[in-house]
């Protein structure tokens, strides 16, 4: 079988040779064109895109296996529930409400999270038991479901493989039976290590941020929490080198980020049931402090 390189990989998608200097911008609007506006980002397909819903589930899906094997979640049937219950209500109101989300919490000390194709949702114990609000852990969970609906995940994942001249297997093999794309995984020192290497650009940081704000209003939490959230990343960011963040190296915290997200603010109106905390929130960080010790 032969590899897919880049000029192949344009070519895929109806690019001339002439086109191979400009890759990296056109491959930037491939998969997602969103308007520039002051409002809620408004995601639309390009006609270039021939990832279809189905290929990023099922691509989502290999890497959550892999990643599942190498890091097993939390089986708590509190937590289970409590962070399915919040995710459900952000992806309803997301631009992609359709896709088979889910989410796991892994026990691990590392501040990160995933947003995989497909909808598959990772947060890890060092990021999240840092919080102070539910709204706070509500815009984690809608900022990586805006990844989703941006397409983000999807875009980096692809290139990361054409780079490597793997693209055509891992796409011919997506809705096989075999161990190809386990196997191209392995090959790349396994799913983490992928996952960890991705580096979204700040306009897609940007856009899953105003894309998770309007979710989160239309939910019922109040947006404010992306500042609480932004304030934590920094604090993480500030910490020795030891203790970085590795979800500030894929997901980069800028100042840009937190004025979009006062901007949005200014310009919305907040309802006074808009939740901040909850019982249940406190109940679920009590639930996290009695799992063992994170590795």
Known sequence: MTELNRRELLGRFGLGASTIFAAPLLMNSIFTVC????EEPHVTVS????ITDEDGIALG???????????????NA??????????????????????????KLINRSIPSAYSLPGGFLYVYRGLVQSMSSECELAALLAHLIG???????DTELLMYFADRHTLKPLMDNLDKQNHVIEELILRFGGAASILSSLRFKPKDEEEADLLGFYEMLRA???????????????????????AVSTFLSSHPLTPERADA???ELAGVHIPSAAITDSVRYQQFKSAMG???NPV
Not at 35 to 38: C, D, F, K, N
Not at 47 to 50: I, Q, S, V
Not at 228 to 240: I, Q, R, Y
């Open 35 to 38: 308007e520039a506006s002051a």
């Open 47 to 50: 006609p270039l895109n021939m």
């Open 61 to 75: 899906k290999q890497f959550s296996a892999q990643l599942e094997k190498e890091q097993p979640p939390v089986s």
């Open 78 to 103: 509190f937590i289970d529930r409590y962070l399915s219950g919040l995710m459900v209500k952000l992806a309803a109101q997301c631009q992609r409400p359709k896709l088979p989300y889910s989410i």
């Open 147 to 153: 990844h989703v609906a941006g397409r983000h995940a």
């Open 220 to 242: 019922g939490w109040n947006p404010n929490g992306f500042l609480k959230l932004f304030a934590d990343l920094g604090n993480l960011n500030n910490s020795p080198a030891g």
């Open 261 to 263: 997200i006062r901007r």
């Open 290 to 292: 009695r799992l063992p």
